[in-house]
Each structure stands twice: as structure tokens, then as C-alpha cells.
């Protein structure tokens, strides 16, 4: 990559840079912290990385935590895995997502926007009153602090109660949407037993309804742990038997009475993509969780009280999770629970402009979806309280950002961020303060030691390598469900380079400091934000009698786009008929995600696996891509090389 200066597509003025939270925190961590009060974020950076522990106390200070028991430390061990973080604290997590309720009972903590597009506000009051009732009614059922909540629930404010509810009185909170088949979703809750399941009847999608009873009763079959079912009638049905009515739960004025428990405690439990077997479940903590949605929103994103936060997010993505924590810094969240482009492409600007949305995030595949389309929001939509338009879920193309910055406004703050579901955060993106380049991710995140090494474990500069994080971030996982040892956890992230977390990302860090991410270096499929396990495909689609075995991959394309190639070993006598291919998509949409439906089924002599018989997939992945097939593979860990020859000849055909 070159290192030298290129023009900013965008530059703050210097209005905005001494309005942003992050100078006033800067300012004031020099003063009570010894902090650099010069040298910009770059100086902040590098000390929160180089004094971990004071940064995040200042973090706490800064935000006023309220430590119900005080910490010892703020770092007990920072060994990874298992740093221990505030040890001797107490607090809770919903105690903080409500407590802007004492200054704005009567404002909108939450705006709910369905495919109508008319926002229905929450108010502050109305939330704290809800999660009151809802709380103690789960500790009349028996709820109990580490017990786990699961909701089968769109993006509607139900699912935000839920969870801060469940979080009020120490228990686990799980999701997954509605558009999950019932086998997708047991996959993930029978792991982690849940007490309690919140369910719709079913959900509105692109202009129709879809009746989810059916999955519903088989979740409660298949659930044998649960205690009780709440049903809320998204689409007007009866409650089915035995099952309690979500309005009688939340419907008495009960102040919420929440559960002091220690910085480590579960919070919720998010779901790996399930490429090599069942979804990791992911245990986040309530302090890990809190500290580091303080620090990602209330510093890197700039929300505050009059701030409007929407992101186009389903309950199934940790995005979900990261937008509920929004009301942590006292802003109003949007939650839109329908189709990204429904009636037509535009939509989800519309409903920035009829939300008056401040921080606008979305896909960079919508993007690019509007860019195809020619779409123009400014022509056609009010936007001006959108100062901030931030995209994830794949990396955002050079054409996405100066789309933005044409079509949307060219004082627009374009932030491409990267994380992962696996600390529900960013590693690199959004800083308020600094310039934006075509392409480039603006900064590593504050107390985040990022950096891209080479497989000897030397860091790099404006040259590729792994995205590693050198120093614990209190948001990664305090354990795995089910993992006593700690040895799945371990081998997920720390056993290429021991003691450092390695992320599964391709990952450049520029010699001015910003980042470009190029995209995963393993074989998650990363459709619209939703990723998923190509082991959860080959489960559903090798059911079906005519397939002997499959691979499948997802490319990211140099132009924005992403491929995904669904390739089948045929049993002998089958063949890829019409009929065949209606049945395999068809098998994918119902039982796994319509998302996840691939773009090509294609027909291939065999499926190449290493020498202990695992399908190779970031080998052929890298061939698709173009590299040589002498760079893409070890041939002696290879089963049948001849096979990869075919898979070259197909990416020179596409080429």
C-alpha cells in the first residue's frame, strides 16, 4: 500500500473537534489522569494502550459508573485469555441503560418504525415503568440471578424491556430473530437452556406476514428447560396454551429493583457463525459490556442526550445488542423492525429522515445496494440531522464512501467501522475527531492495542496481515457456554499466536494510523451483517438425498459486492435439475435464513478436504479470489489436489 498523504474525503472543522466528547475527555484525563493534552488522538491512543488500567478508570469516571461495591483493582490479571477486570465490583448494567429516566421522563427513550414508516415513541418513563414490571415478574417466576432468557423476537421494543429486564435481575439474556428456523434457533438456545422464551406469533417482511407459531411450538418442544412462555401477538393470534401474555407481564407501575452483581457476571450470550460445528455461545460480562459501550458510544460515536441512534440491525446481530446500549449514554434508540429496501430501495432513509436520526449506521451492502439503484437521499429526503452515516458488516468499498459522500452531503462523517460479535464491539472505525480517507477505516479504538502481524508474529505497517489485539479489551468473552476447560475459547482466538487475540481478518494499519480491513482470512459467511457458519449449510442442504457433500463460500468482491457460491458433489443418478436447485434453496431459506440462500449453485466433480478429512474452504476461498494456487494452498495438506485445479479453472472463467 502507498504511504503517502492522500487528500481526506472529510475533515472536522475545528468547531466540531472542540465540541466532541472525546477533546472534553481528553482535556480532562490530562488534568486528573496524565494524559497527553496535546498531540491529538493519535496521544490519547497510544497512552490508553501504554496505561491500560488508568484509562479505563478513567473511563468510569468520566461516565460516573455507579460501583455498587468498589473495585480492588482495576486489572486483576491481564493474562489472555482470562483478564480479570474489577475485581471486588458490583453494579448492574440496566441500572445504567435507565438512568437518563431522572432528567427525561417525558422524552423518547426509544422510536419504533415498522414498514409503515410512522415512528411510535417510548418515553423514558414508560421503558423504566415496563422493565419495573416485567423484573418482578420474573422473579415471580423463579428467575434467577445466571439464569437464561431467550427471546425469539423481531427488532421491536418488547425485545429491548426483555432484556434490560432480564439483565435488572441478574439473569443471561439470548436472541435470535424470527426469520431463524426453528433448528437454526435450537442449534443455539438448547446449549445454553433457557427458563424463559419470549416469542411473537410471527413478523412483517417486505410487505407480507410470516406465521412463526409453527417454529414456536417446536422451540417449546425441543426446549425442555423452560419454565414459562411469553407470547406477544405481533399479528393479532391468541396466546397458544399454558403460554403467559406479555401485556398482563409488563402492566403494573413497579419501580425495577436491580440485582447488584459482580463486574464478571454473564449479561447475554451471542452466537459464533457454527463454521466448524455448533455456533460458539459467546458470554459476555455486565461491567465488560457496559465500560465498553460507555467508551465506543459516548467517545468514538459522539451520542449524547439529544441525540437520535439508528441502525439497521435484527435481533440475531450483536449490532442489536450494541444499538440497545445506546440508551447508556442517555440517547434515543431507533428500532426498525421490517425490510431494508422495503417498498423500494430507499427506505431506510426515509425512516433516518422521518426519525430525525443523528447517527445513521447500516450495511455497506445497502450501500452499495442504493449506489446500483440510483438512489439519491438528499434529492429526495430531509437529512439534515444526520451528521454521522457508519457502516459495518463487511468492509466499505472506495465507490460506497464517495457515494455517501456525493449523495448524502459532502460535510458527511462517513465511518466504516470493524469488530465482531465476538467482544460486541469495534476494534477500529469511527473517531470524531480526525479526517476520513477513501477506503480506510479512521483509528484503532481507545484501549484497543490493534495491529496487523505476519505469521512469524512481527507487527506490520502498510503491508497485510492478521488484525490482532495485543492487550484485553474488557468486552471479550469471559467464557464460552459449555467449555469448562476454556479450550474452545482458547482455540478460537489464541492459538496462532499465544497470549494475543487473532480475529480472522485481513487487516492493513497505514503508516498515518488509519486502518483498511481487506475481509475475513476464515470461511464465515457475512451476508448483510448476519454471519453464519458454512457448517450450518452443509447440515441443511446434505439432508436432501441427491447430495453426496458441498462447499460453500462467500467472496468478497473487489467492486463492494459478495459472491456466494453454493458448490455440490452430486450422489451418483442425481442431477442439477430445475427441480433439485428450487429444493436446496428452498431447504436454506425455511430452514436457515432467506439471507443466506446462495447467488450460484454450481456442480463439481468432488470437495477437496485436508488430510484428516476437513473441507478445505479459505484455500478454495483465496483461489475464487485469485490468488495462485501455489500461494493458496499447502498441497501436503491436501486430499485430492487434482480437485483444486477445477476450482482454479472456474475463478479464471469469472475472471
Known amino acids: 500500500m502507498s504511504t503517502e498523504n492522500p487528500q481526506p474525503l472529510w475533515q472536522p472543522d475545528p468547531e466540531r473537534i472542540a465540541r466532541a466528547r472525546i477533546t472534553a475527555f481528553q482535556a480532562w484525563a490530562a488534568e486528573h489522569h496524565g494524559a497527553p493534552a ?49 475485581p471486588g465490583a458490583t453494579l448492574n448494567y440496566a441500572e445504567h441503560a435507565l438512568r437518563a429516566t431522572d ?8 422510536l419504533y418504525v415498522d414498514e409503515n414508516h410512522d415512528p411510535t415513541p417510548v418515553t423514558w418513563a414508560e421503558l423504566r415503568r415496563q422493565v419495573g414490571s416485567l423484573a418482578a415478574e420474573l422473579r415471580t417466576l423463579g428467575v434467577r440471578p445466571g439464569d437464561r432468557v431467550s427471546g425469539y423476537l423481531p427488532n421491536i421494543p418488547q425485545a429491548v424491556v426483555a432484556l434490560l429486564a432480564t439483565a435488572a435481575v441478574g439473569g443471561v439474556w439470548t436472541s435470535c ?16 437452556e433457557p427458563v424463559v422464551l419470549f416469542t411473537v406469533d410471527g413478523y412483517r417482511y417486505g410487505g407480507k406476514e410470516h406465521d412463526r407459531r409453527d417454529a414456536v411450538a417446536e422451540l417449546r418442544r425441543e426446549l425442555p428447560t423452560l419454565r414459562a412462555v411469553v407470547h406477544i401477538p405481533l399479528l393479532g393470534t391468541e396466546a397458544p396454551d399454558g403460554a403467559l401474555d406479555w401485556s398482563a407481564l409488563t402492566s403494573s407501575d413497579t419501580e425495577p429493583v436491580f440485582e447488584p452483581v459482580p463486574f464478571d457476571h454473564p449479561l447475554w450470550v451471542l452466537y459464533s457463525s457454527g463454521t466448524t460445528g455448533l455456533p460458539k455461545a459467546i458470554v459476555q460480562s455486565q461491567g465488560g459490556i457496559l465500560v465498553e459501550h460507555l467508551k465506543q458510544l459516548g467517545l468514538h460515536c459522539d451520542l449524547g442526550p439529544e441525540d437520535r441512534f439508528f441502525w439497521y440491525t435484527s435481533t440475531g446481530w450483536m449490532m442489536w445488542n450494541f444499538l440497545v446500549s445506546g440508551l447508556l449514554t442517555g440517547t434515543t434508540i431507533v428500532l426498525y423492525d421490517g425490510s431494508p429496501g422495503y417498498p423500494d ?21 445497502y450501500v452499495m445496494a442504493c449506489r446500483k439503484a440510483g438512489v439519491h437521499p438528499a434529492r429526495d429526503f430531509d437529512l439534515s440531522t444526520v451528521t454521522c452515516v457508519a457502516t459495518t458488516g463487511s468492509p466499505l468499498p472506495p465507490d460506497g464512501f464517495r457515494w455517501l459522500h456525493d449523495e448524502v452531503r459532502d460535510d458527511l462523517w462517513i465511518a466504516s467501522v470493524s469488530g465482531g460479535t465476538d467482544v460486541c464491539s469495534c476494534f477500529a472505525g469511527a473517531v470524531p475527531t480526525l479526517p476520513v480517507h477513501v477506503g480506510e477505516l479512521q483509528a484503532p479504538g481507545l484501549g484497543t492495542d490493534l495491529q496487523s502481524w505476519d505469521p512469524s508474529g512481527e507487527p506490520l505497517t502498510d503491508e497485510v496481515g492478521e488484525l490482532v489485539v495485543t492487550n484485553p479489551m474488557p468486552s471479550m468473552p469471559i467464557h464460552f457456554w459449555n467449555d469448562p476447560d476454556g479450550s474452545r475459547y482458547h482455540d478460537s482466538y489464541f492459538d496462532t499466536y499465544p497470549g494475543v487475540w487473532r480475529h480472522g481478518d485481513w487487516i492493513t494499519i497505514t503508516a498515518r494510523g488509519s486502518v483498511v480491513i481487506h475481509g475475513r482470512s476464515d470461511s464465515t459467511l457475512n451476508r448483510q451483517g448476519v454471519r453464519m457458519g458454512s457448517a450450518d449449510i452443509y447440515e441443511a442442504v446434505e439432508r436432501l438425498p441427491e447430495i453426496r457433500e458441498s462447499l460453500v463460500l462467500g467472496i468478497e468482491q473487489p467492486d463492494g459486492g459478495y459472491w456466494m457460491p453454493l458448490f455440490v ?67 501436503g495438506s491436501v486430499d485430492n489436489l487434482d480437485l483444486l485445479a477445477f476450482y482454479e479453472e472456474i475463478a479464471r472463467k469469472r475472471a
Open 177 to 192: 430473530a424470527p426469520d431463524f428456523g426453528a433448528r437454526s434457533v435450537l442449534d443455539r438456545f438448547q446449549q445454553v
Open 569 to 635: 458433489h452430486l450422489a451418483p443418478g442425481a442431477t442439477l435439475d430445475d427441480d433439485l436447485l428450487n429444493r436446496i434453496k428452498r431447504t436454506i431459506r425455511e430452514q436457515l435464513s432467506p439471507r443466506h440462500v446462495p447467488d450460484e449453485v454450481i456442480e463439481v466433480p468432488g470437495v477437496p478436504h485436508t488430510l484428516t478429512g476437513k473441507r478445505i474452504e479459505v484455500p478454495v476461498k483465496r483461489l475464487l479470489q485469485g490468488t495462485p494456487l501455489d500461494k493458496a494452498v499447502n498441497p
Open 103 to 110: 432528567s427525561r421522563a417525558d422524552e423518547p427513550a426509544l
Open 38 to 86: 496535546e498531540g491529538g488522538y493519535a496521544a490519547l491512543h497510544r497512552w490508553s494502550v501504554d496505561e491500560l488500567e488508568t484509562f479505563w478508570e478513567a473511563v468510569t469516571q468520566w461516565f460516573d459508573v455507579r460501583f455498587r461495591t468498589p473495585y480492588t483493582r482495576v486489572l486483576g490479571d491481564r493474562s489472555m485469555p482470562g483478564a480479570q477486570w474489577f
Open 345 to 365: 430501495t430507499g427506505a431506510q432513509w426515509r425512516i433516518a429522515e422521518r426519525t430525525g436520526a443523528t447517527l445513521y449506521g447500516t450495511s455497506a451492502a
